[in-house]
C-alpha cells in the first residue's frame, strides 16, 4: 500500500520566494498533520486536520505560513514571503479518525533550503 | 518533551545484545502513546504502541513497557540489528489527536 507521498523532496530557493509543499495522506485517513523538525527545536507540529478542515494551527509559526486541504487526497503548506530561518524538514503524516488513539504515519519529508 | 537541542542522547550496542530505551512523558493524563523509529533521511516510521490501561505490549522483536506511576516508558529491542540503528522517539496523546514527541534518542549498533 502507498505510504503517506510528499513532494519534491527537497527544494532549495531564495529568500522571499513563495515555496509550496504537497501531501497526499493514506487512502482511508480522516486526519492529516504537518510538522517541522529542526536540529534546535525537534518535531513541531504546525498544524492538523480533521475530515478536512483545520482543527489546531496553534503551531504555525507566523502568518506567512498557511495550509490548506481542499479535499480528502490532497495538502498543501504554503510559505510566503519565505526566509532563511525557515529551512527545516516538513513533514506530513496522516491517521485514521478515531479520537487520539490511532498511530499517525508519516511520509518522507521535504527538506527546505532558504537561502 | 522538548528537543535538547544539538546533541541526541545516544545508546551504543553490541549485535545481537537487547537495547532498551526510555523516555520520561510530561502529562499524567495522557491515554496513548507511541515509539517511532526515525532513519537518515526519512520520515519517522511506526513501530509499537501503547494505551494507558496497559502495562506492556510486545511486538516482533520489540517490547513497550509503560510506568504510570513515574511516567515513564521504555522500548525494548531484542537481539539488535545494524538495521536497528536510528534515532527513536516516543509520543503521548493527551485526549486529542496531538502528538507530543519526546526527545529522540539515537542508536548505535556497532558489530
Same mark, same amino acid.
Given at each position: 500500500d502507498a505510504g503517506v507521498i510528499q513532494s519534491p523532496r527537497h527544494e532549495v530557493t531564495e529568500m522571499g520566494q513563495e515555496v509550496t509543499l504537497r501531501c497526499k495522506p493514506i487512502s482511508g485517513h480522516n486526519s492529516l498533520f504537518w510538522y517541522r523538525q529542526t536540529m534546535m527545536r525537534g518535531l513541531e507540529l504546525l498544524i492538523y486536520f480533521n475530515n478536512n478542515v %483545520?482543527? =489546531?494551527?496553534?503551531?504555525?509559526?507566523?502568518?506567512?505560513f498557511s495550509a490548506k486541504m481542499p479535499n480528502a487526497s490532497f495538502s498543501t503548506l504554503k510559505i510566503?514571503?519565505?526566509? %532563511?530561518? =525557515?529551512?527545516a524538514v516538513y513533514f506530513c503524516a496522516s491517521s485514521s479518525l478515531g479520537g487520539g488513539n490511532q498511530p499517525q504515519h508519516f511520509g518522507d519529508g521535504t527538506r527546505l533550503s532558504i537561502l | 518533551g522538548e528537543s535538547v537541542g544539538l546533541h541526541l542522547p545516544t545508546l551504543s550496542v553490541q549485535e545481537g545484545d537487547n537495547s532498551i530505551i526510555n523516555c520520561a512523558y510530561s502529562n499524567?493524563?495522557?491515554?496513548y502513546f507511541i515509539w517511532y523509529k526515525q532513519e537518515s533521511g526519512k520520515g519517522p516510521q511506526f513501530i509499537i504502541d501503547i494505551r494507558s490501561n496497559m502495562d506492556k505490549r510486545q511486538g516482533q522483536r520489540v517490547t513497550v513497557l509503560l510506568n504510570k506511576t513515574v511516567k515513564h516508558l521504555s522500548l525494548q529491542i531484542a537481539?539488535?540489528?545494524?538495521?536497528?540503528?536510528a534515532v527513536y522517539f516516543c509520543a503521548e496523546i493527551l485526549n486529542t489527536d496531538k502528538l507530543i514527541f519526546g526527545t529522540g534518542t539515537r542508536l548505535q549498533v556497532f558489530p
Open positions: %483545520p482543527i =489546531d494551527d496553534s503551531g504555525m509559526p507566523e502568518d506567512r510566503q514571503p519565505s526566509e %532563511p530561518r =525557515d529551512s | 499524567s493524563a495522557s491515554d537481539a539488535t540489528q545494524p538495521g536497528d540503528s
